[in-house]
């Protein structure tokens, strides 16, 4: 047995989870506050101060994170926010994430709405405040040197919120979609909204599941929330710490749902599996197989998350001709990795860099991306995947 030390940020909403209690979490376990102060300009929006403040909630000292905004559209649409964040000079693992918190939360109010996510005015998360909120948090966490985010259990809270849709149950029906798959629980009672839409989507992009069974606590802080409850600290907490847990229970638990068919043409099946890999499975494998009085078949495998497995399996049920599926539980474990970009003559090469258990990191372009500039550029295939990774290798 060993140890696998990883930078990890544990959070515990046990008062809910809102972006700009994030932030003053993250500012009190250490991330600088004049890097916070100067985040709007870097996003290209002028005139916005940011005040850092020590307050306490519930007898516990925090930090308070606020805007001043001048006046500015009341929300945006989910293609603004996009463009705004595409200008900014930002990290493209930062920009990737913050694009992927904001597609969430416009596609879950859609799908509450029953219209795209295109046409969804983003009202309250399209603010500059919540804008600043998931970009400073995703960014911050990166400056902290943090490679993993775990959450405890979110408590919601109760009663009714008012909103720009009128008066809807807490926690609001997107903020609910958006923590599909995440432990909550109602209350406590009288505490009304406790988790905010932003706050719901820096969970699902950023957490990768519960809090360890053993870890190193090295810093932790508290970020406030706008009202002071009584009795109880209306604050999220934030530790760094390293995961201490031994290394096979560092494993992923994931789902496998299995079914072979044999009455399904080639093309039918083959499209089958795309739709799985476009909406969330892990894995696809097509496998050909033989059934009962010889007849050739294909075992469908597919790897899902646990949060995904019922709705994936749904989908195998309604776009197959089979009958049932199998399901069982397996374990993966999964190098750390993160996504970058790279030029390469003249132009964009998507880089996956994994970080392997010693330390050192290896890295595999998007092929898709290696055989767009082979063909612009007459160089082999072996030759663009050559420079890609010498210019993935320069940067770290």
Same mark, same amino acid.
């Given at each position: 047995?060993?140890f696998?030390?990883?930078?990890t940020?544990?959070l515990?909403?046990?008062?809910?989870i809102?972006?700009d209690m994030?932030l003053?979490?993250l500012?009190h376990?250490g991330l600088?506050?004049a890097?916070?102060k100067a985040?709007?300009?870097r996003?290209?929006l002028?005139?916005i101060?940011?005040r850092v403040?020590?307050?306490?909630?519930?007898?516990v000292?925090c930090?308070?994170v606020?805007?001043?905004?001048?006046?500015?559209p009341?929300?945006?649409?989910i293609?603004?926010?996009?463009?705004l964040v595409?200008?900014a000079?930002l990290?493209?693992?930062?920009?990737?994430a913050?694009?992927e918190?904001?597609?969430?939360?416009?596609?879950a109010?859609?799908?509450?709405h029953?219209?795209?996510a295109?046409e969804v005015?983003?009202?309250?998360?399209g603010?500059?405040?919540?804008?600043?909120?998931?970009?400073?948090a995703?960014?911050g966490?990166?400056e902290?040197?943090?490679?993993r985010?775990?959450?405890?259990?979110i408590?919601l809270?109760?009663?009714?919120v008012k909103?720009?849709?009128?008066?809807?149950?807490?926690p609001?029906?997107?903020?609910?979609?958006?923590?599909e798959g995440?432990?909550?629980r109602?209350?406590?009672e009288?505490?009304?909204e406790l988790?905010t839409?932003?706050?719901?989507?820096?969970?699902?992009?950023?957490?990768s599941?519960?809090?360890?069974?053993r870890?190193?606590?090295?810093?932790?802080?508290?970020g406030?929330?706008t009202?002071?409850?009584?009795?109880r600290?209306?604050a999220l907490r934030l530790?760094?710490?390293?995961?201490?847990?031994?290394?096979?229970?560092?494993?992923?638990?994931?789902?496998?749902?299995?079914t072979?068919?044999d009455?399904?043409?080639?093309?039918l099946i083959a499209?089958?599996?795309?739709?799985?890999r476009?909406?969330g499975?892990?894995d696809?494998v097509?496998i050909?197989t033989?059934? @009962?009085?010889g007849?050739a078949?294909v075992?469908?495998?597919?790897?899902a998350?646990?949060?995904?497995?019922?709705?994936?399996?749904d989908l195998?049920?309604?776009?197959t001709t089979t009958?049932?599926?199998r399901?069982?539980a397996?374990e993966?474990?999964?190098l750390?990795?993160?996504?970058r970009?790279?030029?390469?003559?003249?132009?964009?090469?998507?880089?996956?860099v994994?970080t392997?258990?010693?330390?050192?990191t290896?890295g @595999?372009p998007?092929?898709?991306?290696?055989?767009?500039?082979?063909?612009?550029t007459?160089r082999?295939?072996?030759?663009?995947?050559s420079?890609a990774l010498a210019?993935?290798?320069r940067?770290?």
């Amino acid at each position: 047995m060993y140890f696998l030390p990883v930078t990890t940020a544990i959070l515990e909403p046990f008062s809910g989870i809102s972006g700009d209690m994030m932030l003053g979490a993250l500012v009190h376990v250490g991330l600088d506050p004049a890097w916070l102060k100067a985040l709007p300009s870097r996003l290209g929006l002028a005139g916005i101060e940011v005040r850092v403040s020590d307050v306490q909630r519930g007898m516990v000292a925090c930090k308070k994170v606020d805007f001043d905004i001048p006046e500015q559209p009341h929300g945006r649409h989910i293609e603004e926010i996009r463009a705004l964040v595409a200008a900014a000079a930002l990290p493209p693992d930062v920009r990737a994430a913050a694009n992927e918190a904001f597609t969430a939360i416009a596609v879950a109010e859609g799908e509450i709405h029953g219209i795209a996510a295109e046409e969804v005015h983003l009202h309250e998360v399209g603010a500059v405040d919540a804008i600043l909120d998931v970009v400073g948090a995703v960014w911050g966490l990166r400056e902290l040197g943090v490679t993993r985010v775990r959450c405890g259990t979110i408590s919601l809270g109760d009663g009714f919120v008012k909103g720009a849709h009128g008066v809807l149950p807490v926690p609001a029906p997107a903020t609910l979609r958006l923590l599909e798959g995440h432990v909550v629980r109602p209350g406590p009672e009288g505490t009304g909204e406790l988790v905010t839409p932003t706050g719901a989507a820096l969970v699902k992009v950023l957490s990768s599941g519960p809090i360890p069974s053993r870890f190193i606590p090295r810093r932790s802080g508290y970020g406030a929330g706008t009202k002071d409850l009584l009795g109880r600290p209306n604050a999220l907490r934030l530790t760094l710490a390293d995961d201490a847990t031994v290394s096979d229970e560092m494993l992923e638990r994931l789902v496998t749902l299995v079914t072979d068919i044999d009455d399904m043409s080639p093309e039918l099946i083959a499209g089958c599996a795309d739709v799985l890999r476009e909406e969330g499975a892990l894995d696809v494998v097509l496998i050909p197989t033989q059934m @009962k009085k010889g007849r050739a078949a294909v075992r469908l495998e597919v790897l899902a998350s646990e949060r995904d497995a019922r709705r994936l399996e749904d989908l195998l049920l309604v776009h197959t001709t089979t009958l049932g599926v199998r399901r069982g539980a397996v374990e993966r474990r999964a190098l750390p990795r993160e996504g970058r970009e790279v030029q390469v003559l003249g132009h964009m090469v998507r880089v996956k860099v994994a970080t392997m258990p010693n330390g050192r990191t290896r890295g @595999k372009p998007e092929f898709e991306d290696i055989w767009t500039v082979a063909r612009a550029t007459g160089r082999s295939l072996g030759d663009v995947s050559s420079l890609a990774l010498a210019a993935a290798e320069r940067e770290n």
